[in-house]
């Protein structure tokens, strides 16, 4: 398939977990990242994972909090969140096809999934 294909969002309350998971795009080459919209804001990078080596980056909001890994086949990435704030509340997408920018800037990817919403109550 053309377009990333995310699951695994969901309600939980202040202090909880969830993972969500990312079948990427067919034929992603390298990156793949997820991002997240909160409402009436702008769309944000969360995480990214480089599918060849393994090399992560985070958004400084975040760090310590999630983590983005990928399976030994690569055919899955995942968005590991701990600790959950109401502030990460909104809807996830993975976004694969960088090619151009910053890694957190979501002008620089073709291809995108649908996305998956995160609610989080305190």
């Known amino acids: 398939q053309v377009q990333p294909v995310e699951s695994g969002g969901g309600s939980v309350q202040a202090g909880g977990s969830l993972r969500l998971a990312c079948v990427p795009s067919?034929?992603?080459?390298?990156?793949v990242t997820w991002f997240r919209q909160p409402p009436e804001k702008k769309r944000e990078g969360v995480a990214t994972?480089?599918?060849?080596?393994?090399?992560?980056y985070y958004a400084e909001s975040v760090l310590g909090r999630f983590t983005i890994s990928r399976d030994n086949a690569k055919t899955m990435v995942y968005l590991q969140m701990g600790n959950l704030k109401p502030e990460d509340t909104g809807m996830y997408y993975c976004?694969?096809?960088?090619?151009?920018?910053?890694?957190?800037?979501?002008?620089?990817?073709?291809?995108w999934g649908q996305g998956t919403q995160v609610t989080v109550s305190s």
């Open positions: 994972i480089s599918t060849t080596w393994g090399i992560t």
């Open positions: 067919t034929g992603t080459d390298d990156y």
């Open positions: 976004a694969t096809g960088w090619h151009s920018g910053r890694w957190q800037d979501p002008m620089g990817y073709n291809f």
